[in-house]
């Protein structure tokens, strides 16, 4: 993976017919990842913070990464093919063996409830970032209109 990465956040997350729309981007530009929507609903909840009746699979993967003292380090949108974005996912593991990290893949979705979940960085290599649509404008026209859920 190149080394060079912009840091990101998520701006909103838009319900749509066939799934949500993730802002994904900085003051300089935004971009959109589809994902289905009850992903979108999840990763909502985490970036708010609410209370789940029972854990979803995300709070297990977390309480197993608690468990082994695992922890996320950065989660970073690699790549763009056809239409479908690509993720990793960096972990730490310390323990009195020492220090280890793994770098493994993720769907984009994962990775953003995952890194919004234990409030870890967000971050989009630059290439890509200078690739995807700057769709700012229609942010903020769509936040002028009220209808982006904004963490």
Not at 28 to 35: A, G, L, S, T
Not at 83 to 98: F, V
Not at 128 to 151: A, T, Y
Request: net charge negative; hydrophobic share 40%; glycine share 6%.
């Amino acid at each position: 993976m190149k080394n060079e990465v912009v840091p990101v956040q998520i701006r909103g997350i838009l319900p749509a017919n066939s799934g949500c729309a993730i802002f994904v981007g900085n003051d300089e530009k935004v971009f959109v990842i589809q994902v289905e929507h009850n992903m979108g609903a999840i990763i909502g909840m985490f970036l708010k913070e609410q209370t789940k009746e029972r854990p979803l699979t995300h709070d297990l993967i977390n309480s197993i990464f608690k468990g082994f003292n695992i922890t996320i380090e950065r989660a970073v949108i690699t790549d763009l093919k056809n239409s479908t974005y690509y993720a990793r996912l960096i972990l730490q593991m310390q323990n009195e063996l020492g220090r280890k990290i793994v770098e493994v893949d993720a769907r984009p979705s994962d990775c953003l409830a995952l890194a919004s979940a234990q409030k870890r960085p967000l971050f989009v290599t630059a290439a890509l970032f200078e690739q995807v649509e700057d769709m700012s404008k229609w942010l903020e026209e769509i936040n002028q209109q009220g209808s982006v859920d904004n963490d």
